[in-house]
């Protein structure tokens, strides 16, 4: 099993910026891809960015060119930068990652956009 550790969620203003993190805790044979998730009070957890082992990102409207997930591959931790945040981007954040014979979730992150 193996175990995926967040950090970076917080209390922010609108117009800020967070940067969250996650890594896993055991070897991975191949890791496919590595994402952001989110779910807001009252709400179904949504898609926000995907990374894939070659490179590929993939995001959601409503965050494009606010938000960039990246990756280091040395330490397979991807990292979710979030500019221009939102009251809207108010939700519990959650990594996921999918390799070989294993597709992971994080414990979740808050993150809070005061208006």
């Known amino acids: 099993q193996v175990q995926l550790v967040e950090s970076g969620g917080g209390l922010v203003q609108a117009g800020g910026s967070l940067r969250l993190s996650c890594a896993p805790s055991?070897?991975?044979?191949?890791?496919?891809?590595m994402g952001w998730y989110r779910q807001g009070p009252g709400k179904q957890r949504e898609l926000v960015a995907v990374?894939?082992?070659?490179?590929?990102?993939i995001y959601a409207d409503s965050v494009k060119g606010r938000f960039t997930i990246s990756r280091d591959n040395a330490k397979n931790t991807v990292y979710l930068q979030m500019n221009s945040l939102k009251p809207e981007d108010t939700a519990a954040y959650y990594c996921?990652?999918?390799?070989?014979?294993?597709?992971?979730w994080g414990q979740g992150t808050q993150v809070t956009v005061s208006s």
């Open positions: 055991g070897s991975i044979f191949r890791i496919y891809a």
């Open positions: 996921n990652l999918k390799g070989t014979g294993v597709e992971s």
């Open positions: 990374i894939t082992g070659g490179g590929s990102t």
